[in-house]
């Protein structure tokens, strides 16, 4: 089995998703965000490369506004980050969207990323599907990472529920999905999680939905 060369991706880990409008709503935003504390926390114990995410929009901007509050990283965040972190901002989805992020760790020699912050419904999967691309295996860990309620001309949609869907969509091809403590037992041991495929998933699928 492979050892795993991993690097902690915490994305946009921002007070917008504290009390802006995009309020994380599933799961529970404190948890999420003690949950992507105590990663960051295994990451410098385990001395794993970490990139930290801000996203960053012009002035004026309703979320996100250069300088704003929305804009700052929370202070659980800030006050853990070291020197020898890389930290960077972005204005699309993807942490590899129109920034360095993919060099820098190609340098580090990482070939697996990991997944924390907001939100699983935009930056975290679009960042999982860009890894791909990349050459690079994914993790996204579940319960620190967070969704919204959504709703507009195609429905709506439950934080909860979104949250939900995407992870089993996610683990079925793109990343391997996990709580923080199995992670961290990963990350110890050094070895891969474990992740479905889709013929599994669609096996799986049809046997939970029979009848």
């Known amino acids: ?7 902690l991706i915490v994305v946009d880990v921002q007070q917008e998703y504290f009390d802006g409008i995009l309020q994380i709503q599933s799961p529970d935003r404190e948890q999420a965000l003690a949950n992507i504390a105590e990663a960051l926390d295994v990451a410098d114990r385990e001395g794993l490369p970490v990139v930290v995410v801000r996203h960053e929009l012009p002035e004026g901007s309703p979320v996100f506004a250069v300088g704003s509050h929305s804009w700052t990283l929370h202070p659980e965040i800030e006050r853990r980050v070291k020197p020898s972190w890389k ?4 204005d699309r989805s993807s942490v ?7 060099a820098w760790l190609a340098e580090q020699g990482v ?4 997944i924390v912050g907001f939100m699983t419904n935009n930056c975290d999967i679009a960042t999982a599907v860009s890894a791909e691309e990349l050459g690079l295996a994914a993790e996204i860990l579940s ?4 969704a919204i309620h959504l709703a507009n001309e195609a429905g709506k949609v439950s934080a909860d529920q979104l949250h939900q869907t995407l992870l089993v969509l996610l683990h079925s091809n793109f ?3 996990a709580t ?3 992670w961290t037992e990963a990350v110890t041991a050094q070895k891969p999680l474990a992740k479905s495929d889709l013929g599994t998933s669609a096996t799986q699928g049809r046997a939970a939905f029979a009848g």
């Open 111 to 114: 070939d697996t990323i990991t």
């Open 96 to 102: 590899f969207a129109g920034t360095d992020v993919a």
């Open 143 to 146: 319960d620190a990472s967070g």
């Open 1 to 7: 089995m492979t050892t795993p060369r991993r690097a």
């Open 87 to 90: 930290r960077v901002t972005k």
């Open 180 to 182: 923080t403590a199995a």
């Open 175 to 177: 990343a391997a999905v």
